[in-house]
Nanobody
Framework: QVQLVESGGGLVQAGGSLRLSCAVS????????MGWFRQAPGKEREFVATISWSGGVTYYADSVKGRFTISRDNVKNTVYLQMNSLKPEDTAVYYCAARDTIMVATSTSDYDYWGQGTQVTVSS
């Protein structure tokens, strides 16, 4: 059974940094495309970043471009989200997702498997 487990969330002051990790298990080879999404209270889940299998293609939401970096280690079956210059509006539950095609995507409906999420809270 495929499992995605996020970690690294927490409470941080505005301007600070956090690094999220997503460990994927239950499959012997890496997912072609991985993504990060987030959901703030009372809002819909929104796209944050996505990365291709090789790491050569990445795409970011405008709201995080220049501050967040997505990366992956296919040997460890882990994807990361480095978040710098955090703002209070980045507060949300962050979800890792896996997509079983090579094309990167930004819609929640394009992803096949999801983690349970990790809370990120940015205080002002």
């Amino acid at each position: 059974q495929v499992q995605l487990v996020e970690s690294g969330g927490g409470l941080v002051q505005a301007g600070g940094s956090l690094r999220l990790s997503c460990a994927v298990s239950g499959r012997t080879f890496s997912w072609p495309t991985m993504g990060w999404f987030r959901q703030a209270p009372g809002k819909e889940r929104e796209f944050v970043a996505t990365i291709s299998w090789s790491g050569g293609v990445t795409y970011y939401a405008d709201s995080v471009k220049g501050r967040f970096t997505i990366s992956r280690d296919n040997v460890k079956n882990t994807v990361y989200l480095q978040m710098n210059s955090l703002k209070p509006e980045d507060t949300a539950v962050y979800y890792c997702a896996a997509r079983d095609t090579i094309m990167v995507a930004t819609s929640t409906s394009d992803y096949d498997y999801w983690g349970q999420g990790t809370q990120v809270t940015v205080s002002s």
